[in-house]
């Protein structure tokens, strides 16, 4: 395909993950007006968002492997469609059973569309740019919680909050034209980047622990930032909106800055973020009372977090040990899980140990990542005949067991495996 098209196509796939990622974080911004008008208590307007997360992490693995053989084209529209219409009834409902419906609806579209987003974008150009295809995508996500959810709160605030969801599900709709009409309509069999450029079982879960671990040290952080910098910085409340603008912005900046990178050397990629996430924690808790200081080190946990989740993408695409997007959809899970665990931690120890606690506490779930994953210096090369058929897929073994029948004497490589 053309250049040009395979960039509108790119374009329009990170346009999907900058609407899953603000239609996911929407109800946060706008929790009282949804609780007002739908006459529920504001804790159940937070079951929107828990709930959304559930699924994604229950349901990204069992759907992906459901829905396997379906092209990609077909396939990424089909979820788009389902975003549209799910967001659309969020619009017009009127009771929270129907609200909450809807919501899971749009989670279960999320959960299938990040696992396939990520193979399917880097199909797009060759493999050499790998890295800087995963950031482009994932940078959707990252400058849909640094403008797009403040934006459709702000939305929200003036003309009510199911203006913001019509204004996502129209967006919604914009997208789903691009990709329909500018993605190739491949196989998910076929390609570079179905699966993995050097299938290794033993990096693959290692990279799944350090995504839960990394992701828990951030979230356990982040989640209670507003608090951190009221009672401890020192600011006001008016000016939490900017510090977490400073933070999405060089969030967005950190994850179009890895892409080069991951495409020189992922798994170092990966650690120098980890790394730089941990001393950018370590810091807050040691000179988070210096208004200027907090400030600077907020914004650099966002960049080296944002630009853990790139380099975490292309690691997908490298040691995936069977198909890149069951692969993506455990990472996807295990990210899911980082982030359940992180709020979760750090909530436990807010009311005993103050807000410093949690910044503590993602400091040493960072310090843990870090290990975990400079352990993969101590994994050997994984050989070929490592390789399975439960590692390799089904679609590998049969194609495998074919060749072999047809009186080939070795089995044919896994394609893109020499690519490492």
Do not use: C, K
Not at 361 to 379: D, K, S
């Amino acid at each position: 395909m053309g250049r040009s098209r395979a960039v509108g196509a790119l374009i329009g796939l990170s346009g999907g993950t900058f609407l899953y990622t603000t239609a996911e974080a929407l109800p946060i911004g706008l929790l009282l007006p949804m609780a007002g008008d739908l006459a529920v208590a504001p804790s159940q307007v937070g079951m929107l968002v828990t709930v959304y997360g559930a699924v994604v992490m229950v349901a990204s693995v069992p759907l992906t492997a459901l829905v396997r053989r379906v092209p990609r084209r077909r396939l990424l529209s089909a979820l788009l469609a389902g975003f549209v219409v799910s967001t659309a009834i969020t619009v017009f409902a009127n009771t929270f059973p129907l609200m909450l419906a809807a919501r899971m609806a749009t989670a279960a579209t999320h959960a299938l569309f990040w696992a396939v987003v990520v193979p399917a974008a880097a199909e797009l150009f060759r493999p050499g740019l790998r890295g800087r295809v995963v950031a482009v995508v994932f940078a959707g996500g990252t400058v849909a919680l640094a403008l797009g959810v403040p934006a459709g709160t702000w939305l929200g605030e003036r003309a009510g909050w199911r203006v913001s969801f019509l204004a996502v599900a129209g967006l919604g709709a914009i997208v789903l034209v691009v990709v329909a009409s500018l993605l190739p309509s491949t196989r998910p069999e076929e390609g570079h980047a179905a699966r993995g450029a050097t299938p290794d079982v033993r990096r693959f879960w290692l990279l799944v622990a350090v995504a839960v671990l990394a992701t828990a040290g951030a979230i356990a952080a982040y989640t209670y930032v507003a608090l951190f910098v009221t009672e401890v910085s020192g600011f006001s409340a008016s000016s939490v909106g900017a510090v977490l603008l400073v933070r999405g912005l060089a969030s967005v900046l950190g994850i179009l800055a890895i892409g080069t990178a991951v495409d020189r050397g992922p798994w170092p990629a990966l650690v120098a973020t980890v790394a730089l996430q941990t001393v950018a924690l370590l810091g807050l808790y040691a000179f988070g009372r210096q208004p200027v200081v907090a400030v600077g080190l907020i914004a650099l946990a966002g960049l080296a977090f944002a630009a853990f989740t790139a380099a975490l993408g292309g690691l997908v695409l490298q040691v995936a040990p069977g198909r890149s997007d069951l692969a993506a959809a455990t990472v996807s899970a295990a990210v899911n899980v980082g982030i359940t665990g992180g709020a979760f931690v750090g909530g436990l120890a807010l009311p005993s140990h103050g807000v410093r606690s949690t910044v503590l506490i993602g400091t040493l779930l960072g310090v843990v990542a870090l290990l975990t994953a400079l352990g993969e210096r101590f994994i050997r090369p994984a050989g070929r005949a490592e390789a399975t058929s439960s590692d390799l897929g089904e679609g590998e073994h049969d194609r495998r067991v074919h060749v072999l029948r047809r009186g080939r004497t070795r089995p044919a490589p896994v394609p893109g495996h020499s690519a490492g």
